[in-house]
């Protein structure tokens, strides 16, 4: 993607179901949770640059002990620094207790992060600072281990202010006015009103504080803690989380809007927002690692029972199609097959913007993420090429030379590899004036790939987002190898809409698409569309989410994909450009038939699961018309 954009963070969850002597018989360590923690953290890397935190959660310790450890760092390194900071503590432990350093029950005893559960996070943030503060995971502590609560997600909730109301309403005054700090009183609400419920009961039956105590541990139902907490949550989340005496969990909102994966076994739970996330940790195949149904929690006792419990009503699968196109590792199986299905079916009207000139034309990509669409696009061009050839074949007949059927049999699409990405550029690009003219360099072009004024160039990006990069850089030097035409192509739909559950698209003015229509608003003398959907906005805003109309999509309903295609073309070509400039989207309908399983395509149709998308998206047209440059929840 040539716009930075970011998304939503990655978890890693783990539960050993064994004591740690069998790890260190076994494995030859009693680090094998902490190991598999940080190679999955690392190999979601992609999911975290802002930072990184992790907490573990110690079974069965005594009083006065303490059996939660929590390290968190801001920062694209992290993960590194974290980890770095708990070996280095056990490297001089060694030296002090060389004879018992080895031994997991000592271990547990006194050193940190030797437990049996662990809960990763990595933060990539689209709201708020970068300080530790911000960091998950959360806690809400308490001296009641049954009381105590970690939680870490990846999310984003469209009704904070209800939610938050809510809170208030019931006596709280929650220390921050965040979907995190919500999320985790909505949860603890719950907890304690469980805690309070079992421990009446066993009260009422005349058993001791301490043994209630136990018992509540026991019998605490995490499955109907979670059901009551989430039940206004309007949103797309991914949460995990720990209780103090032992039991872990993991949920997934209803529409399955963000992913989770898990995986068990005898020795291990495991959930993670990527499945080949597992699949290298764990060495197991595809068909191992299963993914978490939607609205439904994976819970854990500290007994090691495992249950897949229904938390919400499963509504339409509405996964994030984003995840497919771009965030999620290209490694992943379907991923990577849906990629390059999403590179070939657009080459039919790839074809169409070079008039079928393939023989002059030049197929590339822009680094790194439309590699795997680039190799579908290539297919689509080589079976083309194939159809070509057979057809020629039949014409001749058999009456040609040799050296004519060599001819026709070795065409092939032309690819190189023009863009390339300057990543050491990237590290010191400032904020200042000169900035422009830094990002102009950020992409340089490989000299000799292209005959001047005779070649088509074709290059894919998996999405244009806001253009910028584009207009400063790509389109610039991509012209400096004079082709006949630039044609940039995306293998995803125009952006149209804000996302507002977990990726940093939320403001309406930065779309290109939306600029674009705007604009062929105004050409054609129609600002009275944009009149009247400011009118409609305005007038819903103080009803119940449940009942707003997404009427942005009126914005767009007078020109075709085509027409908004052509003006982002002009709008992203500066005049000093000589070459001609096309732009080629994705349809919704080739989206769908790449990405069969996964239909969240809000920011693409207005569609949005939940009904604060819409309340998200007409706050952000009005947030648009009055100037006001912040994200619209």
């Known amino acids: 993607m040539i716009d930075e954009v970011k998304h939503k963070c990655g978890i890693a969850l783990i539960r050993l179901l064994k004591p740690l002597e069998y790890y260190q018989v076994q494995y030859g360590s009693w680090r094998y949770g902490l190991e598999k923690l940080y190679l999955m953290m690392e190999k979601q890397r992609n999911r975290g640059q802002d930072g990184a935190g992790l907490v573990s959660l110690k079974l069965d310790t005594p009083p006065g002990k303490n059996y939660f450890n929590r390290q968190r760092n801001t920062g694209s390194s992290a993960i590194n620094e974290i980890f770095k900071k708990i070996y280095s503590g056990y490297g001089d432990e060694e030296k002090k207790h060389p004879d018992a350093f080895n031994d997991p029950n000592w271990a547990k005893a006194n050193l940190p992060f030797v437990a049996e559960a662990y809960l990763g996070h990595l933060r990539y943030g689209t709201f708020g600072s970068n300080k530790t503060a911000n960091l998950h995971p959360v806690m809400r502590e308490n001296n009641w281990r049954t009381r105590n609560l970690v939680m870490a997600g990846n999310f984003n909730l469209t009704n904070v202010d209800e939610l938050f109301n809510i809170l208030v309403d019931l006596g709280q005054n929650p220390k921050e006015y965040s979907d995190t700090v919500t999320m985790l009183e909505k949860v603890g609400h719950f907890l304690d009103n469980e805690n309070q419920r079992l421990f009446d009961l066993y009260k009422s039956q005349g058993f001791s504080n301490r043994d209630i105590t136990k018992q ?6 995490v499955a109907k803690v979670l059901e009551g907490a989430s039940k206004r949550w309007d949103g797309g989340y991914t949460v995990a989380g720990m209780l103090g005496h032992g039991d872990v969990f993991a949920m997934r909102d209803p529409w399955g809007i963000r992913p989770a994966f898990y995986y068990h076994d005898e020795e291990i739970v495991i959930v993670t927002s990527e499945r080949p996330v597992i699949q290298t940790a764990m060495h197991v195949e595809f068909e191992s690692v299963k993914e978490l149904p939607p609205g439904h929690a994976l819970v854990v006792k500290k007994s090691g029972e495992i249950s897949i419990d229904r938390i919400r ?39 169409k913007a070079i008039d079928y000139e393939v023989k002059d034309t030049v197929f590339s990509f822009i680094p790194n993420t439309a590699e795997s669409a680039f190799y579908g696009m290539v297919k689509g061009v080589e079976d083309h090429i194939m159809v070509k050839k057979t057809e020629e074949l039949r014409k001749v007949k058999g009456k040609c030379d040799q050296e004519e059927v060599l001819k026709i ?14 990543l050491k ?14 990002v102009s360099h950020v992409y340089d072009v490989t000299y000799g790939t292209i005959r001047p004024g005779v070649d088509n160039l074709v290059i894919i990006d998996d999405s244009i987002v806001r253009g910028t990069t584009l207009k400063q850089s790509i389109i610039k030097i991509l012209d400096r190898l004079e082709p006949k035409r630039i044609v940039v192509v995306s293998s995803s739909p125009q952006i149209r809409y804000p996302d507002c559950y977990g990726i940093d698209m939320a403001k309406l003015g930065d779309f290109t698409a939306f600029q674009a229509a705007i604009e062929l608003l105004k050409e054609n003398e129609m600002e009275h569309v944009i009149n009247e959907v400011y009118k409609k906005c305005n007038q819903q805003k103080n009803l119940p989410k449940e009942e707003y109309v997404n009427y942005v999509k009126d914005i767009y309903k007078p020109f075709t994909q085509q027409q908004v295609s052509k003006k982002i073309a002009e709008m992203l070509t500066d005049a000093d450009v000589k070459t001609e400039v096309k732009i080629v989207y994705q349809s919704i309908d080739n989206l769908h038939k790449a990405v069969p399983d996964d239909l969240g395509d809000w920011y693409f149709t207005g569609d949005y699961p939940t009904p604060g998308g819409n309340k998200v998206v007409s706050t952000s047209f009005l947030n648009y018309i009055h100037g006001i440059n912040t994200r619209a929840y």
């Open 216 to 221: 509540i541990g026991r019998d605490i139902d």
């Open 313 to 351: 009503e499963k509504q339409e699968k509405r996964s994030c199609s984003f995840e497919r196109i771009y965030f999620s590792r290209g490694s992943d199986r379907e991923i990577y097959k849906e990629r390059k299905r999403l590179g070939e079916l657009l080459v039919p009207a790839i074809l």
């Open 409 to 422: 049999m070795n065409e092939r699409a032309r690819i190189e590899k023009v863009a390339i990405k300057d």
């Open 425 to 438: 550029l990237r590290t010191f690009i400032s904020q200042d004036k000169g900035r422009k003219d830094m």
